[in-house]
């Protein structure tokens, strides 16, 4: 986001000088008009004979130029679009989470449903470059998801089930040990020796297989 707005002001000031420059110019051109003179007006054709080669040469920067800002601008409103409704996943997949360890699964898949929802159809405006704004969202979703299924003793979802990128699925899964590790510590509180035990080898034997990609 910095370096996008450093390039953004690095062009802002290109185009300042560009402005000043041909007024500049422009001044010039009219107050040698004003002089009288031969060598002047002399000087002054040859003015209009930059200008109009300038014109030539530019010719094609112009509507170059329209469409790189109209293009900018879409994106530009895109990404504020994702950085802002994506919010919505985040906290649902919180809320999901929260529920978990309430032990209220119904209203923790619920939400995660929702959660999925949202994301699909926000997948729709992310294109391109746009994609990394849907990791962070993606992250929170596969932790949900990740956890709920250790829980309720099913198979964690894989990455193309969950439609989601390989960093985000990553990132997600490295989030769920830690939650695993609240469950452990739940469980042995209310003195459930053998969930916790479950819950415990299961939450090892993913860090170690997250841990392995370390070595790739």
Not at 2 to 19: L, P
Not at 38 to 53: D, G, M, R, T, W
Not at 197 to 209: A, P, S
């Amino acid at each position: 986001r910095k370096e996008s707005s450093a390039a953004s002001d690095v062009y802002k000031r290109q185009v300042m000088t560009f402005i000043f420059n041909l007024i500049h110019l422009i001044y010039s051109y009219f107050h040698i008009l004003h002089e009288n003179d031969y060598q002047n007006k002399s000087l002054a054709n040859a003015f209009i004979l930059v200008l109009e080669h300038c014109n030539m040469t530019l010719k094609n920067v112009k509507p170059s130029l329209n469409k790189i800002t109209k293009s900018l601008a879409v994106t530009q409103d895109s990404r504020e679009f994702l950085l802002k409704n994506t919010r919505e996943i985040i906290i649902l997949c919180s809320k999901s989470i929260i529920a978990v360890h309430k032990g209220d699964l119904t209203t923790a898949k619920n939400n995660l449903k929702q959660a999925e929802t949202l994301l699909k159809k926000y997948k729709k405006k992310a294109t391109g470059q746009l994609r990394r704004y849907l990791i962070t969202p993606e992250q929170e979703f596969v932790e949900a998801a990740g956890l709920i299924a250790i829980v309720e003793k099913k198979d964690i979802p894989s990455d193309k089930k969950l439609a989601v990128m390989p960093e985000s699925y990553v990132l997600g899964l490295l989030d769920c040990v830690g939650e695993l590790k609240r469950q452990v510590f739940d469980k042995i509180r209310i003195d459930d020796i053998d969930e916790a035990t479950r819950i415990f080898e299961t939450m090892e034997n993913l860090y170690l297989q997250l841990l392995s990609l370390i070595h790739i």
